[in-house]
């Protein structure tokens, strides 16, 4: 019998921070025109632009554009949640794999309205009254998705749908981290719902980290 030792799959790991080139505006309040009871128990501001106090940018999606190794995202131990508590979509930015139920939570009490706006997956526009504490729905496709709800016009998120697991979100910091990533040169993707996209090459190491910090042009 002979034993074949398989040599271990090489991967590093990429780390950054992403930060914005201007001063970016304090975000502006946001008038609450429906559900005062319920959508005004907390102040709403407008968190399309997110930048802290050392310039890192909140919810910038950086993924790698052309990974060739065919590994798909793991699915998670439960459905990621997209909750509608007090009026807005949380968490605003989030990945999720492709084909991965996904749980739409209405924790205010209230109706709520749920309008994807794909460019892949078919879109679907949907009443969640009150008593419709979960709806439960899927994105087969990769796709970049934004959620609005039609009855409360300020309400947006954004869903991410995966192919593969090279993702991850900036912190609040604009810090973000994407491990096991395949060794090789790829193009790097940075993309914000105010800012836009902008890409670069990166050559991953076999191990180890690689930097890949970034800093978006002042709109």
Known sequence: LTVVALAPALAGEIVGKVKYAG???????ISITKDQAVCGKVPHLEES???GGDKGVKNV????ADPKDGKKMAAPPKNPTIDQNGCKFTPRVQVVP???PVDILNNDGILHNIHTFPKVNPPF???????KKVMTDKFDKPDLIQIKCDVHTWMSGWLVVAGHPYYAVSDGGGT?????????TYTIEYWHEKLGKQS?????????PVTADFE???K
Request: glycine fraction near 6%; avoid cysteine; aromatic fraction near 6%.
């Open 23 to 29: 001063n970016a505006p304090a975000p502006a309040k």
């Open 49 to 51: 632009l997110l930048v």
């Open 61 to 64: 999606v950086v993924s790698l």
């Open 98 to 100: 492709a084909g991965q």
């Open 125 to 131: 526009n949907r009443a969640q009254p009150k008593f």
């Open 176 to 184: 973000f981290r994407i491990p096991d990533a395949p060794a090789g």
């Open 200 to 208: 670069k090459s990166i050559t991953v190491p076999a191990t180890g």
């Open 216 to 218: 978006f042009p002042a």
